[in-house]
């Protein structure tokens, strides 16, 4: 039973626009959201989360934005850059436990 | 953050035959993991594998296919048994933060067998 969905495989966005990656989740006890991001032949790499407390994190370029009700969070990139390109995968857990993943969305951005 | 190693990078394997992947931090961890990534899929969790006690595995995931060792603080391998084709996925190790809230992960091992 996959508990976080992404459903969109791929995207493509041109450079300076906006990305927004979407994931959602069926298991209400998440209590705590991850983004990472991967790169061919490297492992992925922690990028941003967000606690259930709250419905948005902004790091940078990357925000988080995170809807309980709807058990959906998303990935705004602004402005896209073409060393984002990458895979991102949405994660989440509760209590510090075991962590789920999303399939991942493969970004494009092109130049 | 940790820094992580793992060694193979890539192989091809033979059906039937076994491989041990190593994993390698920079820094002592009480919790490492060990993931597999098939292709197009997540990151499916094999098993948590704590230093000084047997390795807790996932369901759908058993001892003897994925025997894991953990000898120390800083080291850990996972031997992938008896392998047919179904076990070509990347392998990847990872290590809780300090804190717990993030984990951080190896390169990852890419498996072929044919």
């Known amino acids: 039973d996959q508990q976080v969905k992404q459903n969109s495989p791929s995207l493509s966005v041109q450079e300076g626009r906006i990305s927004i990656l979407n994931c959602d989740y069926t298991?209400?006890?998440?209590?705590?959201f991850l983004w990472y991001k991967k790169y061919p032949a490297e492992g992925p790499t922690f990028l941003i989360s967000?606690?259930?407390?709250?419905d948005k994190n902004e790091d940078g370029r990357f925000t988080v934005f995170l809807n309980k009700s709807a058990k959906h969070l998303s990935l705004h990139i602004v402005p896209s850059q073409p060393g984002d390109s990458a895979v991102y995968f949405c994660?989440?857990?509760?209590?510090?436990?075991?962590?789920?993943f999303g399939s991942g969305t493969k970004l494009n951005v092109k130049p | 953050s940790a820094v992580i190693s793992q060694k193979p990078s890539r192989d091809i394997c033979q059906r039937g035959t076994s491989l041990t992947i190593q994993c390698q931090v920079d820094?002592?961890?009480?919790?490492m993991f060990w993931y597999r990534q098939q292709p197009g899929q997540s990151l499916t969790l094999i098993a948590t594998?704590?230093?000084?006690?047997?390795?807790?595995?996932e369901s759908g995931f058993v001892i003897d296919k994925f025997p894991i060792s953990r000898p120390n603080l800083t080291f850990s391998t996972l031997t992938v048994s008896n392998m047919s084709p179904e076990d070509s996925s990347i392998y990847l190790c990872?290590?809780?933060?300090?804190?717990?809230?993030?984990?951080?992960f190896g390169p990852g091992t890419r498996l072929t067998v044919l």
């Open positions: 967000i606690s259930s407390i709250k």
């Open positions: 820094s002592q961890v009480t919790m």
């Open positions: 990872s290590v809780a933060s300090g804190s717990a809230d993030t984990q951080y």
């Open positions: 594998a704590n230093q000084g006690s047997e390795a807790t595995y």
């Open positions: 994660a989440a857990n509760y209590n510090f436990n075991k962590f789920y």
């Open positions: 298991n209400s006890m998440f209590d705590y």
